[in-house]
């Protein structure tokens, strides 16, 4: 089956589509990267959606307004990517949406929310779209993320030691062999929000650690700001902008840009390595934007020495493209009636087959249910 998967995280400043050919045979799941293309969003819908975002009220009438436009751009992200990458051949778009709250309150999840109304998707595509993953996983009782654990759990599974999944978006998480999965605290949502601060808007993010490679971390103000409950508490546990917000950075506005840089970047560096510790790894295996980011990479091999920090390019996945290949993992777990959660990672109380499905042009014609989900994945 060619898939389709699109992601925006909480960067909140493209839509990637990432394609691949995806088949069940004898108990593994075997994905074929087809490629990823990447449409950032247009400087009018990202300055709205950054105004939506926590800790912002914003009435109804703006969450509907951003519902249609995401749902637009997600489906036009699609649409390219069915073209340039499909041959107009592509079966099923699986879309994660824009997430624009995560209600963790007690150490639950209530409830979460991802905008991009799917009918645009179908409607642009003619394919069946599955969308609203995370819901169902709140419903059973888990935190709804990281999804992506479970792709993880399959991918890794029979590498030796203990190999840990590690993703840096805006927020980084974790996916341990056990089943152990978590967000760390943040990625990139901090550094982004500061660069954007100091520089007025100028600089959306600091490109190649530029600005936090001339800084110098305060150490005084790291260790007050490690001091964040969020760390403390025991998996599974996820986090998102309702505390990681932009006005965070503020925190660090009396320093330098370069010295707030230097310290936000070492942040996320320090909390993903005492995690990683945590989980007694061997080796981590990083995706995500963050990785593109030379200064907290470096940053996170000095804080982990003797565990080996690699990119899943090394292991054949690009590490900007894994989160849409997830996804477009999930939508195809779906199509064939398997379970997308792992609950040991969640929390949830079963396993559940994800999301809402919007029929194509040609109405819902889906495969047969597959006889068993799959132990393992393998990519081709």
């Known amino acids: 089956m060619l898939v389709i998967g699109l992601m925006s995280g909480t960067s909140y400043d493209a839509v990637d589509a990432a394609a691949a050919e995806l088949r069940l045979l004898d108990g593994t799941l075997l994905l074929k990267p087809l490629g990823m293309v990447s449409t950032p969003y247009d400087d009018e819908l990202r300055e709205s959606l950054a105004g939506a975002l926590p800790p912002a009220a914003v009435p109804l009438a703006r969450v509907c307004l951003l519902d249609t436009r995401i749902g637009q751009a997600f489906a036009a992200a699609a649409t390219r990517a069915d073209r340039e990458l499909c041959g107009g051949r592509a079966e099923l778009v699986a879309s994660h949406g824009q ?27 003619g394919l069946p779209v599955v969308a609203d993953f995370r819901p169902r996983d709140v419903a059973a009782g888990g935190q709804g993320a990281p999804l992506v654990s479970l792709f993880d759990l399959l991918w890794l599974r029979g590498r030796p030691g203990t190999p840990v999944a590690l993703n840096i978006g805006g927020i980084a998480n974790l996916t341990a062999p056990d089943g152990t999965a978590f967000d760390t605290g943040p990625g990139c949502a901090l550094t982004d929000a500061a660069a954007r601060g100091f520089t007025g808007g100028r600089l959306a993010y600091d490109a190649d ?13 790291l260790e007050r700001l490690l001091a964040e409950p969020y760390y403390a508490l025991p998996a599974p546990k996820t986090t998102g902008k309702e505390r990681f917000h932009a006005d965070y950075w503020r925190a660090v506005e009396e320093l330098s840009a370069e010295d707030a840089l230097a310290t936000l970047t070492l942040l996320t560096a320090r909390t993903v390595a005492n995690a990683v510790r945590g989980l007694g790894a061997t080796e981590v295996v990083a995706s995500g934007g963050g990785t593109r980011n030379p200064t907290l990479m470096t940053m996170l091999r000095a804080e982990l020495p003797g565990t080996p920090v690699r990119a899943s390019d090394e292991l054949g996945l690009p590490a900007t493209a894994k989160e849409a290949y997830a996804f477009a993992l999930l939508g195809f777990l779906t199509a064939h009636g398997l379970p997308g959660t792992a609950p040991t990672a969640t929390g949830a109380r079963h396993p559940s087959v994800l999301g809402s499905l919007t029929p194509g042009r040609d109405g819902l014609r889906l495969p047969p249910q597959a006889p068993a989900a799959p132990v393992r994945l393998r990519i081709e």
């Open 209 to 221: 650690g530029a600005l936090a490679a001339r800084g110098r971390p305060d150490e005084p103000l």
């Open 99 to 125: 997430t624009v709250y995560h209600w963790a309150e007690g150490g639950r999840v209530h409830g979460t929310l991802q905008l991009g109304q799917p009918a645009w998707i179908a409607e642009a595509t």
